[in-house]
Structure formats: C-alpha cells, structure tokens
Nanobody, 118 residues
Framework: QVQLVESGGGLVPPGGSLRLSCTTS????????MGWYRQAPGKQRELVAT???????NYADSVKGRFTISRDNAKNTVYLQMNSLKPEDTAVYYC????????????WGQGTQVTVSS
C-alpha cells in the first residue's frame, strides 16, 4: 500500500518560514520523481516544485528564490523549505510521487494547510 504523509503546515505571518515534509512508504522512493503542488480556495491545483530521482529541481516562477525542494532517499522523505512567505502562498499543499513505468503513475498525499496571515 502506497502512503504519502505530509506534515509541517500551519499558520505563519508574512515573511515567515515553514518546512513541509512528506514521508513515503510502499514505493521505491529513490526511483520516484517527487513534487509539491498546492491548491488555493477556488483555484486549480498548481505545481510548486519538483525534484527528479537524479536530484534535478524545477520551480514555479512564483516561488523561485524563496522555496527549496530537497529529498533524502535514506529517509524516503521529500522536503519543501518555504521562506519569505506571502499571503498568496496560502493553500493546501500536496505531496506527489511520480513513477515512470510503462505508464505514468501518480500518488498523492492528503495535503497540509499553509496559511500566511498576520
């Protein structure tokens, strides 16, 4: 059974920082591309950042220079360090694991709420 469990969300004032974690089980983590997505109320889910199995990263323009994605294959965990948070970063953040087999298979976590407000 595949599980992705996010943690680290919460309420933070503008300019603050949070670190999200996503611990996985049931997949070969080191072979998986990992990502963070977010969905704000009334909006579609959007990509925040991804990291390939080889460690290459990609970021949405809106978070470049503020967010950092990283992975620890020994712990089967992916992180999202979020600095200089803005109110527009408020959303539910979802962890994604993407396996490239014969087809693409996506797994999702349950999401963690991040609220940026004074």
């Amino acid at each position: 059974q595949v599980q992705l469990v996010e943690s680290g969300g919460g309420l933070v004032p503008p300019g603050g920082s949070l670190r999200l974690s996503c611990t996985t089980s049931g997949i070969i983590f080191s072979n998986s591309a990992m990502g963070w997505y977010r969905q704000a109320p009334g909006k579609q889910r959007e990509l925040v950042a991804t990291v390939t199995s080889g460690g290459n990263t990609n970021y949405a323009d809106s978070v470049k220079g503020r967010f950092t994605i990283s992975r620890d294959n020994a712990k089967n965990t992916v992180y999202l360090q979020m600095n200089s948070l803005k109110p527009e970063d408020t959303a539910v953040y979802y962890c994604n694991a993407r396996l490239l087999l014969v087809t693409i298979i996506d797994y999702w976590g349950q999401g963690t709420q991040v609220t940026v407000s004074s």
